[in-house]
């Protein structure tokens, strides 16, 4: 068997799992939670377990589970910040496409129920290929820490 060596998953791996909402904690500790970009109603973070290079969620910062929790003020603004975040993505990463969606609620796929927030994973034309068909594997080429620095400047 091929080893695929990604020793800078060791401290995700060993790191005690945390209690609360993760976009809450996100929004008292941005730079810890990998915070892109705060507007007045929303935030993005990165997705600290990726399905692509720059994967990033973007929340209300009103903890609420639906899109009816929301003002239309708050609405706006959260549409407005995916907006945002995929031309900063364009612009850093200059992906082929994008898939951007919500899943509501467990058995649509959603792993956090509790608060609304929204995927936007970029996408390029090798991004598939044999290593997640043939070895369920999936390589992410780029550091958390190197993506947020590029993704900060944009």
């Not at 608060?115 to 290593?131: A, E, G, K, S, Y």
Request: glycine fraction near 6%; aromatic fraction near 8%.
């Amino acid at each position: 068997m091929d080893k695929l060596w990604a020793p800078w998953r060791i401290k995700y791996l060993k790191a005690a799992k945390l209690k609360g909402c993760i976009f809450c904690r996100a929004k008292k500790e941005p730079v810890k939670n990998f915070c892109i970009l705060k507007s007045r109603h929303s935030m993005a973070i990165l997705n600290i377990f990726p399905y692509n290079n720059g994967h990033v969620m973007v929340s209300p910062l009103k903890h609420v589970k639906d899109f009816s929790g929301l003002k239309d003020a708050q609405l706006l603004d959260l549409l407005k910040t995916v907006q945002r975040v995929k031309r900063g993505l364009s612009k850093a990463l200059k992906p082929h496409g994008f898939n951007i969606g919500v899943n509501l609620g467990s058995q649509a796929g959603a792993g956090i129920t509790g608060h609304l927030h929204i995927h936007i994973v970029p996408r390029w034309r090798q991004d598939t290929n044999f290593m997640p068909a043939i070895y369920n594997t999936k390589i992410i080429s780029q550091s958390l820490a190197e993506l947020y620095k590029r993704l900060k400047r944009c």
